[in-house]
Each structure stands twice: as structure tokens, then as C-alpha cells.
């Protein structure tokens, strides 16, 4: 919550320095900067220096061995005849378009039945929130690629309503499906989010509503929706930035190559393929860049649009 | 002090602030009829069953590959269900010396790099948090709207300079590629938890400490430390997991097999392995979960109360 609304406060009291903060500035810059030193370290070195050096190369052919040589915008122009970056392209936004909608969804389904003092709560949490605690690791994607294989836990279930399934994960159409399965598997993270928002609606509202003869169903409208947009929004600004990043299952789970047929090919992947196994250096870098534009541009759509449909009651 | 690490005070003090003229309601809902409070039961019995359901669900996989890890090979690919008629080791014995070195090697590995990253983070990223959440000096708020912009930063965009700039040191196939950053309070979430936890902690201590002579260094490590340790407390085991988990840095920078992480070394597994040993992969699996599952169990309550503060995953 508060990382996103501390951003944009930040913007609107850009300027205003009171007399007192000016007398403060005196006192505590020297100490301050000492603090921040190991912060402002790696600012430079390890965030902002490699940012624009990323983006000097993505205007160079590099290949780590001869130094880097300027070609202006030719990998640009390259990734636009690049087939097989249009499919990682398709993937990923498939990927996040299907997979955040669906997480959230369930996380947020989970979290209203969780919510209003049920009994065993905790215990529930807790089994509904491992699993994301243990997504990210290799050892669940192994997992996942033995249950959706062609022998696996998913169709040995199958077989037994006498139903045979295909090799889920070795079917260019299904491969992804698995991948997205294992996303919306992790909704446990952003459910306690939404349990911690659904505890700071006030009963008042509900009670009133109660007395006014509203349905559940019109409360969930009307009430809870609303009230909860601000977490709503945040979870989905959240989620679908780290979904862009997505790496590790769609590595694993396809051995490292994006298969069947570039069907699990995330764009992620195809980058690291580019600078990591053909040492494109250059192209991996322009690659990075686009994906950090169009993690701006969707993220940017994401406030924009929330001005219709985000409420704050403050 | 948990209280703190709450969410969204602005609400907060509406609904505190609102709630008094409501007590007159109170009476009416504890006046529910024989006939309201049956239906009430089953539909709690309703939700229990929906929940137990779906719990069982989310939990089945994980279930039956520790049950599946301790059976014969040839049962994985037959049997979905969770009994075991003898238990099986050999799945252990064999994983755990399947690669080029035992798998203890790979663990400790891990455990070097965990330990590094812990310690980096505790470090780096609660002085920054001090100086953010205590100190005035010039361009703060632009630093601190960096800050919260560099955790929204994806990784790629840096990876490729990085390995460049710590390839030309000499660093691939060391730790320092993973420990470094981290010293460096480039996990930029945890600065922001410990931010809003400092922001917590009464000023009038801070000043109480000043009074009697203490400079900003005496007040960080005497007066804000020790009262912030629910904050290192999930600045430590997030930090724990998240780096036991990470396959993209030890992919990239550790390529020997002696410095293989438990990640990579398990992928170099998959890889090695035909369809046929999958009950070992699953026993290696089992026990590169282990440790996070213990963290789990005891650092529960850290980890909800970090998500529920400041969203992190």
C-alpha cells in the first residue's frame, strides 16, 4: 500500500520546506550522508551506473571480447523483424494478462471467505500461503513439470474417471497454460494483503448497510469493493510488475529453452538466451530496455486508469 | 509494538473516530433468533468444507512429493494417491550423491551466500532507513523517491552492465556477485520496511538520548536497533528465503560446480537426469525445501505481518 501512496505524496509536496527543516538541514546532512553512504554506493554502482551503461549498449554490437561498437538504433530496428521476439512477446503478455487477473481473483475470493473471525483462521492462512513462499523455488518447478508431464500426478488422477491427458507440458498448447497455473497456485502473498485491507473496513458500514436491508451481495458492491480498490490496485500495480520479470518456472520447466516450440519462450527467457548463451550483449541490453519501458508504460496505464475506479475515502 | 507495523493509519483514525455513534446498534445483532443463528451454522459449515477442499487442493503436490520421495521409482509415474506401504531411502542416498560433489556441498554453498546476504542487508539497509526516517539533509525526498522507484526496478535492466562490471573484477564464479549488492542496500523493500517501522518508534526517545549527549551513531546502535528488531526479525527471514530460492543470480555468475547454490544445482540434476529418477530429484527437492519450510513454521508470524505491511512477496 504505502510504497505506492508515499510516491505520489512525495510528488504533490514537492518544494514546500518549512523553517524548521531548513534549521534541521544544518544540523544532520554530514551524518546523514555517512548512513546513506553504503546506500548511495550502491545506487551508483550497482543500480543507476549499469542502468545507463545498459542503455549505451543497447546502441552497440558487443559480444564481451571486442569492445563495444556504436550502431545506433540497429538492434531496435532488429527486434522488429525478430519472429521469435514477437512470440516471447505474445507469451509474456499472455502470461500476465491471464495469470495477475487470475491470482488476484482467487486471492481475493480465499481472503473474503477467510475474512469476518472464522474459526481456524490462522491455520488456513498458513496453508493457503506456503505455497507462495515455496513458488519461486527450482524444487516446485521441478514439482510442476513431473505433475503436468505426460505421466504425471495431473493425468494418473485423470486416468482414473478413464480419462487420458495429453502431456501437458510437452504440448505447445497447454505448456504455457501449466506455467499460468503455477502463478495463480501462488496467490497466498497478496491474499494476506487483502485480509490485512479487508480487517481496516470499518463494521459501521456493514451494519448500516444490514439495517438498510442491503443483500451480501450488495455489499460486497457497494461496500467492500470499494473500500478495498486502494489494495485492489496496489496488489495489481505489484503483481504485474513482478509477473514481467517472471524467469525461473518457465526456465525450468521447459529445461532452459522456452518449448515446446517457443511456446514458453518469456521474454525473460528469450533476453537471457541473447546475452547469457549467444553473449549478445548489446541486443540483451535494448531487450532490458524495452522491457523496463513497457513495465512503465503498463504501470503508468495502471494510475491512470485508477483515477476511475480506485476510491479513497481520505 | 506489532501495532505498528499496521497499514493505512488515515483509515484507522477514521473508523476510531467514527465508530462511537454506532454502539447504540450493538444490542440489536446480539438479539438473533434460534432460526438466524442455525442458517448462520451451515453456511459456516458450508465455508469450512469450501475451505478445507481447496486447502487440500493447493496442498496435494506438495504432499505427494515428499510421499512420492519415499517410494520406488516406478510408483511415481502410477500412483496418485498419498499412502505409503514401506518407506524408501534409497531416493535420498542416491540424490544426495548424484552430482559431483554431495549435495551438502551445494547447501553449504547456499548457506554462505544466505548468511552474507542476511548480515549485508541488516546492515546496509537499516542505516539508510535511519537516516530516511530520522534525518534532514538536503535532497532527501528526491532520495527517498528513488529509493521507492529502484524497488520497482526489474532486475534485467541492470544484469547485463552488472556481469560485465563484475566479470572484469574477477568475480564470476564467486560469491561476491550476490553478496555485494546486498551490503549495498540494493534490496531497496527492506530500506522502506524499516523506514516505516523507525517511523514508529517514539521521537521523544530519540531526544531523551540526545539530551544526555548521544550522537546519531549511539542513538541508531543504542536507542532505534534494539527497539527495531521485529523489523530485522523479517528483514532476516524474508531476506533468508528469497536468497535460498534465487536461480537467476547463481545462474549467471556461478557456473563452476564447486560453487554451485542449491538452485543451480538442482537444475544441473534435472538436467543430468533421465525421466526415470525422478524420486531422487524429489528427495533433493524435498531437502532444498526444508529450510525455508522451517523458517515458515517459525517466522510465520514475521512474514504475514512484512507482507501485510509493505507488500512484499
Known amino acids: 500500500m504505502s510504497a505506492i501512496s508515499e510516491l505520489s505524496s512525495i510528488t504533490r509536496r514537492k518544494g514546500k520546506v518549512t523553517p524548521e527543516e531548513k534549521k534541521a538541514n544544518r544540523r544532520d546532512n554530514k551524518a546523514a550522508y555517512i548512513f546513506l553512504l553504503p546506500w548511495l554506493v550502491g545506487l551508483v554502482a550497482i543500480t543507476i551506473g549499469p542502468m545507463l551503461m545498459s542503455l549505451y549498449l543497447s546502441f552497440t554490437d558487443y559480444n564481451l571480447l571486442q569492445p563495444p561498437e556504436w550502431t545506433g538504433l540497429h538492434n531496435f530496428t532488429r527486434m522488429l523483424s525478430d519472429a521469435r521476439l514477437h512470440n516471447s512477446l505474445r507469451v509474456t503478455f499472455t502470461y500476465v494478462l491471464i495469470g495477475v487477473p487470475l491470482q488476484l481473483g482467487v486471492a481475493l475470493l480465499i481472503a473474503l471467505v477467510l475474512d469476518k473471525g472464522l474459526r481456524g483462521l490462522p491455520f488456513y492462512r498458513s496453508v493457503f500461503y506456503l505455497p507462495s513462499l515455496l513458488g519461486g523455488s527450482v524444487a516446485v518447478a521441478i514439482l510442476w513439470k513431473q505433475i503436468f508431464g505426460t505421466t504425471g500426478l495431473v493425468n494418473q488422477v485423470l486416468a482414473m474417471f478413464g480419462i487420458q491427458g495429453p502431456g501437458w507440458i510437452s504440448d505447445p498448447s497447454t505448456a504455457l497454460g501449466s506455467i499460468i497455473l503455477l502463478h495463480v497456485w501462488t496467490f497466498g502473498a497478496p491474499m494476506i494483503i487483502f485480509l490485512a485491507g479487508l480487517r481496516q473496513i470499518p463494521n459501521m458500514y456493514y451494519e448500516a448497510a444490514k439495517v438498510d436491508g442491503a443483500t451480501t451481495l450488495q455489499q460486497f458492491w457497494r461496500i467492500t469493493l470499494p473500500m478495498l480498490s486502494p489494495i485492489i490496485f496496489f496488489n495489481l500495480v505489484l503483481q504485474i510488475i513482478g509477473s514481467f520479470q517472471s524467469f525461473t518456472q518457465a526456465f525450468i520447466v521447459s529445461g532452459g529453452n522456452g518449448g515446446p516450440s517457443d511456446s514458453t519462450m518469456f521474454f525473460t527467457l528469450y533476453l537471457y538466451q541473447k546475452g547469457f548463451g549467444q553473449f549478445d550483449m548489446g541486443y540483451a541490453s535494448a531487450m532490458a530496455w524495452v522491457l523496463l519501458l513497457i513495465i512503465g508504460v503498463f504501470t503508468a496505464i495502471n494510475f491512470i486508469a485508477s483515477k476511475y475506479w480506485v476510491f479513497y475515502d481520505d | ?313
Open chain 2, 1 to 313: 509494538m506489532t501495532t505498528k507495523l499496521e497499514t493505512l493509519p488515515a483509515r484507522d483514525k477514521k473508523s476510531s473516530g467514527a465508530r462511537k455513534p454506532t454502539n447504540h446498534r450493538k444490542p440489536r445483532e446480539s438479539r438473533g433468533t434460534l432460526a438466524f443463528s442455525r442458517a448462520q451454522r451451515t453456511k459456516g459449515l458450508i465455508k469450512h468444507a469450501i475451505l478445507i477442499l481447496a486447502g487440500a487442493l493447493m496442498i496435494y503436490p506438495l504432499l505427494w512429493m515428499v510421499v512420492s520421495s519415499l517410494r520406488p521409482n516406478e510408483l511415481i509415474f502410477r500412483d496418485p494417491g498419498l499412502w505409503l506401504n514401506s518407506l524408501e531411502m534409497s531416493n535420498y542416498t542416491s540424490g544426495w550423491s548424484a552430482l559431483t560433489h554431495p549435495f551438502g556441498h551445494y547447501m553449504i554453498n547456499s548457506a554462505i551466500v544466505v548468511i552474507g546476504s542476511i548480515l549485508g542487508n541488516l546492515i546496509s539497509c537499516s542505516m539508510a532507513a535511519y537516516a530516511f526516517a530520522r534525518l534532514q539533509f538536503t535532497a532527501k525526498k528526491l532520495f527517498f523517491g528513488i529509493m521507492l522507484l529502484t524497488i520497482m526496478l526489474p532486475f534485467h535492466v541492470v544484469i547485463v552492465p552488472q556481469y560485465i562490471l563484475f566479470s572484469q573484477i574477477g568475480w564470476v564464479n564467486t560469491f561476491w556477485p550476490l553478496i555485494v549488492p546486498k551490503l549495498l542496500a540494493t534490496d531497496a523493500f527492506f530500506v522502506f520496511l524499516m523506514v516505516q517501522f523507525i517511523r514508529g518508534i517514539p521521537k521523544e526517545l530519540d531526544e531523551a538520548a540526545r539530551i544526555d549527549g548521544a550522537g546519531h551513531p549511539r542513538i541508531f546502535l543504542r536507542v532505534i536497533l534494539p527497539l527495531m528488531v521485529p523489523a530485522l526479525a523479517t528483514t532476516t527471514i524474508f531476506t533468508f528465503i528469497w536468497t535460498w530460492n534465487d536461480f537467476f543470480g547463481a545462474l549467471i555468475y556461478l557456473t563452476d560446480p564447486d560453487m554451485f547454490t542449491v538452485p543451480v544445482a538442482l537444475r544441473a540434476f534435472v538436467d543430468s537426469q533421465s525421466a526415470t529418477s525422478w524420486g531422487s530429484l524429489f528427495a533433493m527437492s524435498i531437502v532444498s525445501l526444508l529450510p525455508v519450510f522451517l523458517v515458515f513454521l517459525f517466522g510465520q508470524r514475521f512474514l504475514i505481518k512484512g507482507i501485510a505491511t509493505t507488500g512484499i512477496k
